[in-house]
Nanobody, 125 residues
Framework: QVQLLESGGGLVQAGSSLRLSCTAS????????MAWFRQTPEKGREGIAC????????HYADSVKGRFFISRDNAENTVFLQMDSLKPEDTAMYYC??????????????????WGQGTQVTVSS
């Protein structure tokens, strides 16, 4: 059974940083592109960052480019999202996702094969 377990969310002030982690089990981690999505009632679920199977290629949504950084540790089956210069509009539920290696970039909900349960990030002004 595939499981993606996110951690690291919380309540922070604007301008702060947070680091999200997602640890995978039940799959061959380096066969999967890993991605982060976020969801709000207003915008729905949107892709914000993805990293390819060996960690050498990344892709970002314009809304987070230059502030968020995705990386992965294949030895630990973990993907990270470093979030800097957080803004109130970054407030959302953040989800980790895994997609088979032949899909790139993974920015659409339909591209993901597996999902985590989500971790809440709230940024106060």
């Amino acid at each position: 059974q595939v499981q993606l377990l996110e951690s690291g969310g919380g309540l922070v002030q604007a301008g702060s940083s947070l680091r999200l982690s997602c640890t995978a089990s039940g799959l061959t981690f380096d066969d999967y592109v890993m991605a982060w999505f976020r969801q709000t009632p207003e915008k729905g679920r949107e892709g914000i960052a993805c990293v390819n199977v060996n960690g050498r290629a990344t892709h970002y949504a314009d809304s987070v480019k230059g502030r968020f950084f995705i990386s992965r540790d294949n030895a630990e089956n973990t993907v990270f999202l470093q979030m800097d210069s957080l803004k109130p509009e970054d407030t959302a539920m953040y989800y980790c996702a895994a997609a088979r290696r032949n899909r790139w970039p993974v920015m659409a909900v339909t591209a993901a094969d597996y999902w985590g349960q989500g971790t809440q990030v709230t940024v106060s002004s």
